[in-house]
T-cell receptor, first 113, second 118 residues
């Protein structure tokens, strides 16, 4: 079974530019999560999808961050415009309904200069 | 609100010895799940072990065991027979099982860096 796929793995942009990250969850996993992990900290949930609907986006900075999962499979997270403090690893995770564990992708390391 | 505390920023252990990584949590929900993840320098989060709040026995997965003390709200990870490849960051996390809109959300601690010496 293929794991959670993310791309790109690394991205360097200047502040005020925009960037998009892509995630393809494990096949059959209805729940998809985007986490932000700032260096030296634990991951923090940005948004949670159940199929193509948003379940929790309470910690998503909606003035600059957006995410979608239009067909209930893969998902895109966008930042526009980026700030220096957005430098972090963005982790995508998925979970099968009824299971306990979330499976994480390799992450996208974003550097904003 | 849920809170996870890992008080050990770094731990050192000799190869082949056992090590305990501490984790305490705070929640008012009677139903919750506790997880440990390993994050090597490559960055991926690797699931290690899970303990449900109603599980009577401590969870074990190979060399990993979770010392669950519900009354003390602690969920320490024990790694037996440490290996050089165990050197990594370790995160304790709690899942909200209260249902509603936040079901499944993980709250992570700050992490503990484990270094295994040969």
């Amino acid at each position: 079974e293929a794991g959670v796929a993310q791309s790109p793995r690394y991205k360097i942009i200047e502040k005020r530019q925009s960037v998009a990250f892509w995630c393809n969850p494990i096949s059959g996993h209805a729940t998809l999560y985007w986490y932000q992990q700032i260096l030296g900290q634990g991951p923090k949930l940005l948004i949670q999808f159940q199929n193509n609907g948003v379940v929790d986006d309470s910690q998503l900075p909606k003035d600059r961050f957006s995410a979608e999962r239009l067909k209930g499979v893969d998902s895109t997270l966008k930042i526009q415009p980026a700030k220096l403090e957005d430098s972090a690893v963005y982790l995508c995770a998925s979970r099968r309904t009824g299971d306990s564990e979330q499976y994480f992708g390799p992450g996208t390391r974003l550097t904003v200069t | 609100a849920q809170k996870i505390t890992q008080t050990q920023p770094g731990m050192f252990v000799q190869e082949k010895e056992a090590v305990t990584l501490d984790c305490t949590y705070d929640t008012s929900d009677p139903s919750y799940g506790l997880f440990w993840y390993k994050q090597p320098s490559s960055g991926e989060m690797i699931f290690l072990i899970y303990q449900g709040s109603y599980d009577q026995q401590n969870a074990t997965e190979g060399r990993y065991s979770l010392n669950f003390q519900k009354a003390r709200k602690s969920a320490n990870l024990v790694i037996s027979a440490s290996q050089l490849g165990d050197s990594a960051m370790y995160f304790c996390a709690m899942r909200d099982d209260a249902g509603g809109t936040s079901y499944g959300k993980l709250t992570f601690g700050q992490g503990t860096i484990l270094t295994v010496h040969p």
